[in-house]
């Protein structure tokens, strides 16, 4: 039998503005929803060329600032919505110990079985663990060593379905 991987990690303000913003860009770049801003984004641009054409001031400072607004200010203003909000969770704070075995995933609160995780995704900055209707985000600070990192990856690899890199 191989040597448990301890994954343990902090759930602090940093780490949570991190999962968010991991999960977000994620879940947006595999989303159908993503199609829905390309639509957004080019009635908006249609918005400020006919603005141009027409004289339309007021047109064309609202589309303007739809465009600066999606691509330079939604994620910042979601980060400071969670930031502000991450002192109200539960798990504010909360010093995480999860073992990963050959069964599956062992914490505190529960064990998560590998043939219950739906999807495991390895980014740069971590993994994303899909179970039921929600996730874990584990960072890379998480692990002890690269090479736990690294036999953390095969051990999901092995046991889950749907493993791929973000």
Do not use: C
Not at 93 to 110: C, D, F, P, S, W
């Amino acid at each position: 039998m191989s040597k448990p991987i301890d994954i343990r990690y902090i759930w602090d303000k940093e780490t949570f503005l991190k999962a968010s913003e991991v999960t977000y860009r994620y879940e947006l770049k595999h989303s159908p929803k993503r199609f829905l801003g390309w639509i957004f984004i080019a009635m908006t641009q249609f918005g400020v060329v006919s603005a141009m054409k027409g004289g339309g001031i007021g047109l064309l400072l609202l589309s303007s600032l739809l465009v600066i607004y999606w691509y330079y200010f939604r994620w910042k203003i979601r980060k400071v919505m969670l930031a502000k909000s991450f002192d109200t969770l539960p798990q504010a704070n909360e010093q995480y110990h999860i073992t990963a075995t050959k069964e599956g995933l062992v914490m505190k609160q529960r064990e998560i079985m590998w043939q219950d995780i739906l999807e495991i995704v390895s980014l740069p900055e971590g993994f994303l663990v899909y179970f039921d209707q929600s996730f874990i985000f584990f960072p890379l600070s998480a692990f002890p060593s690269i090479e736990e990192k690294n036999r953390f990856a095969s051990l999901a690899r092995e046991n889950v379905k749907h493993y791929h890199r973000g």
